[in-house]
């Protein structure tokens, strides 16, 4: 409540929290937030201190009226999303040295990151135990929110899989990726050798980074075709706003996408009426 005091006091305007109204709010404060260029995500974290507070004040008995109902979050800015071209991703991944075992678990990395779009927490968090080759699955058990899934993962990964638990070897810790001394990596590693490898394949206009992958595979998911109720359930997302983001943000790939594979398009012998 001191920021919106301020707020009123810099506008030259009483303040009184027991008499305040939302056209007050909405115009004086909320209005001066956002002319000043507050991200959105700023100005609704001090909307939400604000019903909290009016609900308490209403449930104490100190305003009549229910304040903080009538109070609305402003509309979220959405965020431009980058992922990498194949070319890139082709790129990036020829740059380890699969000849040397940091070379290969590196490789190991970026592919487990694109096939099944995991956070890099989620990430280093994988003990070998996790992996179901077989089964052609791998269990996240420390995902984002506390919650466990499995996520599928096809041959070509789970080759490199098999491949990187030889060259692994047998170490102390059940930790899936380790470093040479056969400790688990951190996340600072993982985030440093991508952008080295970002930079050796000459990569530029995209942030290289762990999360760019999963945002990448979320892409290439969607425009082979898959479906956002799979996705959901693969990327670990609690509701379906951020893939249908994903699917929004790459209409004009899915536009491009149906030129050119379209069936109609494609049949050149179709003969429309006969």
């Known amino acids: 409540m001191i920021m919106m005091q301020k707020t009123f006091e810099e506008q030259n305007l009483g303040f009184d929290v027991l008499a305040i109204t939302n056209r007050d709010i909405k115009h004086h404060y909320i209005g001066s937030m956002l002319g000043k260029g507050l991200a959105s995500n700023t100005v609704n974290g001090r909307i939400k201190t604000c019903k909290a507070f009016f609900k308490f ?3 104490e008995g100190y305003i009549k009226h229910k304040l903080a109902d009538e109070l609305r ?4 800015e959405k965020k431009m999303i980058q992922t990498f071209t ?3 991703l082709l790129a990036l991944l020829n740059q380890p040295n699969r000849h040397t075992f940091t070379g290969f678990r590196d490789y190991t990395i970026m592919m487990v990151m694109l096939e099944t779009g995991m956070r890099i927490g989620e990430l280093l968090n994988l003990k070998i135990s996790d ?5 052609m699955e791998i269990r996240i058990v420390r995902g984002k929110g506390g919650k466990a899934r499995r996520v599928p993962i096809q041959k070509t990964c789970v080759k490199v899989l098999k491949q990187y638990l030889v060259e692994r070897g047998d170490v102390e810790t059940d930790w899936l990726f380790v470093n040479v001394e ?21 990569i530029s206009g995209v942030r290289v980074s762990p999360h760019t992958f999963r945002h990448t595979m979320a892409k290439f998911y969607i425009l082979n075709g898959g479906d956002v109720f799979t996705l959901q359930q693969i990327l ?3 509701t379906l706003d951020m893939v249908r983001y994903y699917v929004e943000l790459f209409s004009k790939d899915i536009r491009e996408q149906h030129q050119k594979y379209s069936p109609v398009e494609n049949m ?6 006969g």
């Open 57 to 59: 004040l209403h449930a």
């Open 73 to 76: 979050l402003v509309k979220a």
């Open 86 to 88: 194949k070319e890139q």
């Open 131 to 135: 992996l179901f080759l077989k089964e």
């Open 182 to 202: 056969g400790t688990a990596l951190c996340t600072r590693t993982i985030q440093e050798n991508i952008q080295k490898y970002g930079k050796l394949a000459g």
């Open 236 to 238: 670990g997302h609690s």
């Open 268 to 273: 050149s012998r179709l003969r429309i009426g």
